[in-house]
């Protein structure tokens, strides 16, 4: 018989004496606390290896998360090495073209 049944029993009745004519009851709901107890052992089971999974999962998010902040800084730092490399490109070509319009006024001259 289940152990907190037992309890209950020993508390509604004297020298836990059942009368016979609802013993089959006490079977009964002593199978029902039995029952309810693995469910809940089950559950209880259940819960812990999702929980598990899910801490897991986490901890593979959050490494992913940082694998992805660090690839976005290099490619940041690679977009503006690679704008300023363009900006002095252009400044470079100016200078080149200025240089060129005063050699061909020079040979104008």
């Known amino acids: 018989m289940h152990r907190?049944?037992?309890r209950q029993i020993r508390k509604?009745?004297?020298k836990n004496a059942i009368p016979e004519n609802i013993k089959g009851l006490f079977n009964a709901i002593s199978e029902t606390y039995v029952h309810?107890?693995?469910d809940r052992l089950l559950i209880e089971r259940s819960l812990e290896l999702s929980s598990k999974e899910m801490n897991e999962k986490n901890?593979?998010?959050s490494e992913e998360i940082?694998?992805?902040q660090k690839n976005s800084k290099?490619?940041?730092h690679l977009n503006?090495?690679?704008i300023n490399r363009e900006l002095k490109m252009v400044e470079l070509k100016k200078n080149i073209k200025k240089l060129e319009d005063e050699i061909n006024s020079l040979k104008n001259k």
């Open 66 to 68: 940082a694998n992805v």
């Open 80 to 82: 503006d090495f690679m």
């Open 4 to 6: 907190l049944l037992e």
């Open 36 to 38: 309810f107890d693995e």
């Open 74 to 76: 290099e490619i940041k």
């Open 59 to 61: 901890k593979l998010l």
């Open 12 to 14: 509604y009745f004297k």
